[in-house]
């Protein structure tokens, strides 16, 4: 404990170059999953390339990723964009399933009503099958914030700062609190962030609240959980 | 690129293979540590995922698993477990083996609880027993979600051997941080370039086994309701 008080400020200094590090690529791949979830079920052959090229991006190890990256953009090693960018690209093969996934799951008869009522294609879009796959995008945001913040800590091992130079310094040092420290406050990061997506999931789709995200053992399997929330 | 040329160079290069510190030396010892790690790993998840998929029993210690190792930092956890006990193999094999068994727990318990519970029913009303409806019925049907358990733990596995180097135990992270302390950059990119091919590899190898996996009289329906895929995220 006693390590804590004296380092409170080093500790502070990590936890905000983690967050530069873990909130841009969970943002990024929020955003980007979109256009190319979209992309991904206009054309029939798009589909398929798409969840293979990230399923193939999403197998690649961090670490490797970390070392390859800066010869392919011409960064520095140690730069903290090498993975600020990787962490982004996770994100995305991450996200794309679950947006190309939600975007299709709109019930055919709710955007032919859309349509008939004079919804231009951009306004479907945006109006119902964007909102309507809220809660799939939720889902899957909700991984990729988790799984990022615990990731950004793999890049101490090459000397980029973050929660994870805790851990380096700590193993160099024999210091176990200050692993400990890093490791409660990585999990503790992570799951805030995971708090703050939901509330603000909750703020943004008021319709989900009456129903109960949680798919039960029965009702999951007779219908996908979005079209119950949507029709509840 | 030039760098890049540098390392394909060293891969290819006869002399960089034979010898303890050697290519194949090294991808040996990666692939024998990753798949000690997964036995154990699946010899412990597959039956307890089993138990609980057609139970239905214990069904929050899998979602509570499955989400919380995600939020836990490998790295942190390597480096703990290394620092409690002694250096070598032991570490990094009990830290593996505890962050690959909840993709395969959750691989066996989606596989059987994702079976229309009509099927489970007429297996019964035909006169099955317990034994024989998990392995006739369940085990076959839920074969393809347990391999997707199994990709993601592998997976998970291959990147964490690497990691795992940081303690100490060996496997082709040794060139990427013995590269490090020697400022040998094109020896760290070989060393990444392995283990991305290897990783890709076996995630080729799993979509083909998933596929075969499918009984054939599931190829043959129309898939309906699709049931969103259990997301299982890797940590490192």
Known sequence: ?232 | MNLLFEAFQFIFDPTSYGGPNGIDTRIIQHLLISFGVLAIAAGIAIPLGYYIGHTGRGRGIVVALSGGIRALPTLGFLILIALNSQVGLFAPVIALVVLAVPSILAGAYTGFDAIDRRTIDAARAVGMTEIQIVGKVEVPLGLPLLMGGLRSATLQVIATVTLADYVGGGGLGSYIFLGQQVGDYPLMLAGSILVVFLALVFEGIFAIIQRLVIPAGVAARPVKNLRPRPITSRTV
Do not use: C
């Open chain 1, 1 to 232: 404990m006693n390590w804590i008080s004296n380092n409170l400020g080093l500790i502070g200094d990590r936890t905000l170059q983690h967050l530069a590090i873990a909130l841009p690529p969970i943002l990024l791949s929020f955003v980007l999953s979109v256009p190319i979830g979209w992309l991904a079920n206009r054309f029939r052959w798009s589909r398929g390339l798409i969840l293979s090229v990230s399923g193939l991006l999403y197998a690649i190890p961090s670490l490797p990723l970390f070392v390859v990256l800066p010869v392919i953009i011409g960064t520095g090693l140690r730069d903290p964009i090498n993975v600020i960018i990787a962490l982004t690209l996770y994100g995305i093969a991450l996200m794309v399933r679950s947006t190309a996934d939600g975007l299709a799951s709109a019930d055919a008869g709710v955007v032919q009503s859309a349509t008939a009522m004079g919804f231009s294609a951009v306004q479907r879009f945006w109006r119902v099958e964007l909102p309507l796959a809220g809660p799939v995008l939720l889902a899957g945001i909700r991984v990729v914030a988790v799984s990022t913040m615990s990731l950004t800590t793999v890049g101490a091992v090459l000397g980029i700062g973050s929660l994870g130079s805790l851990f380096t310094d700590g193993f160099q040092r024999n210091i176990q609190a200050e692993i400990w420290t890093g490791i409660v406050l990585t999990i503790a990061l992570a799951l805030l962030l995971d708090f703050l997506i939901v509330q603000i999931g909750r703020l943004l789709m008021p319709w989900t609240r009456v129903v109960n995200t949680g798919s039960s053992r029965r009702g999951s399997r007779r219908s996908g959980s979005v079209t119950k929330a949507v029709t509840a």
